[in-house]
């Protein structure tokens, strides 16, 4: 017969175990580092890429399994992969499928910290890479080294709608591999797998968290081979996600499209309030007529993200446009967007690319929950004061 165990021993390793019949609506969070094998077989014949087995907390538990599921369904392919944020996600792509000669097209107005990146990769490994002009994709010029073109529609300052089926055409035609930056879309108002996507990347720190509160990304595909590649190069680099985030981000799911086509509405109010300023240049939305691709954006969007930017007519310096966003009172000051608080930007001409068309100030606007005419007439009251 067994000795009994003391009680300090038990309280390390109780006799009770977790209840099955417990059924709640809630997610819960699964948490492991060590995850422990029923015996010496099992351990041995563990297999990483069985997505129903788990082996050791980096490679994920039931929790992120399940996150990875629902990203999976909203983007409608098979697969999809956490990140600890969008840029590693990015980074994490570009440096498991990129060579020593390769070479990368990215958009000029792609994420800021993406062409930093492709700077290291050039630098360090001999990866090359060049710009395109997002709105003349026929200047895409691939060579027979284009590994991979990147798309990211609309960018994210400068708000350029590009014409994704086009340039998926014409890199899958060269034998380049497509990959999109959709967490404008949000997996909601683009189908960038129908329009020639290999790859959508989302940052799901914006709207699918959805409190300011989170960092993640993925990366989603219906290739079983670029999955797998994938699968190994995490392995390597030894990237995991929090099991904590991904139960927030899984409770924020379920209202997410509700809050993204809420946003809209809001967004295209205040726009189109904003379209008839006497300050404003142009109004950068692309739902909004005029703005650069509103066109394309017509032809494959159904809905938009409440991103967007304006320029200032150009004889208002940086110093009023400056003041302008001190004297915003609900739209707060900082980066990032996706959350339930109202956001602004400026950006200087020197932190734009080189093709964009417009001399005045842009400022970017993040519209959040709050009521869209108190955000009008805070716009109003900050207008105002830089007019006088
Ligand atoms: C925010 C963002 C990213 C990066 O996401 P993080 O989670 O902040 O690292 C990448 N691409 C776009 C378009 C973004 O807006």
């Known amino acids: 017969m067994n000795k009994t165990d003391s009680k300090w021993t038990k309280l ?19 948490r492991a580092s060590t995850i422990v094998f029923d015996d010496v077989s099992k351990l041995r014949n563990r297999n990483w890429k069985d997505k129903h087995s788990y082996s050791y907390g980096l ?64 630098e360090r490994f001999g990866i ?28 994210s300052v400068t708000m350029e709608v590009s014409d994704l089926y086009l340039i998926a055409r014409v ?30 990347v989302q940052a799901l720190t914006k709207y699918q968290s959805g409190g300011s509160d989170v960092l993640m990304g993925s990366l989603s595909t219906n290739s079983d081979s670029i999955y797998l590649k994938l699968s190994e190069s995490i392995m390597k680099l030894g990237v995991g996600v929090s099991q904590a985030d991904c139960h927030l981000i899984l409770r924020s799911l379920p209202h997410y499209p509700l809050r993204y086509h809420a946003q809209d509405n809001s967004a295209r ?29 017509k032809k494959y969007f159904t809905a938009s993200a409440s991103l967007f930017s304006v320029v200032f007519k150009k004889d208002f310096e940086q110093e009023k446009i400056d003041a302008f966003v001190n004297a915003l009172r609900l739209f ?22 080189k093709n964009f068309p417009f001399e005045g100030s842009l400022v970017r606007f993040y519209i959040g929950l709050e009521q869209a ?16």
């Open 12 to 30: 390390i390793q109780p006799d009770f175990v977790k209840n099955d019949n417990f059924k709640s609506l809630a997610d819960s969070i699964e």
């Open 59 to 122: 490679m994920g538990t039931p929790t992120s399994r399940r996150l990875e599921k629902q990203i999976a369904i909203i983007e409608n392919v098979k697969h999809a992969i956490l990140f600890p944020s969008g840029l590693s996600a990015i980074t994490c792509f570009l440096i498991s499928f990129l060579v020593s000669g390769d070479k990368v097209l990215f958009p000029s107005n792609v994420y800021g910290p993406v062409i930093d990146f492709a700077n290291f990769l050039k």
């Open 128 to 155: 090359d890479y060049d710009l395109y002009d997002p709105i003349n994709p026929d200047n895409l010029r691939i060579s027979p080294n284009t590994k991979l073109v990147w798309v990211e529609t609309p960018g």
């Open 171 to 200: 890199a899958h035609e060269n034998g380049a591999l497509v990959a999109v930056d959709s967490t404008w879309s949000a997996g909601i108002a683009l189908p960038v797998f129908e329009l020639g996507a290999d790859i959508s």
């Open 269 to 297: 109010r205040i726009a189109n309030w904003l379209n008839s300023s006497k300050s404003i240049e142009k109004v950068l939305h692309p739902a909004i007529p005029g703005s650069i691709g509103h066109n394309i954006w």
């Open 332 to 353: 707060r000051i900082g980066f990032s967007w996706g959350g339930a608080v109202s956001l602004v930007v400026p950006y200087t001409k020197d932190q734009l690319h």
């Open 373 to 388: 005419d108190d955000l009008i007439n805070d716009l109003d009251q900050a207008l105002t004061k830089i007019l006088n």
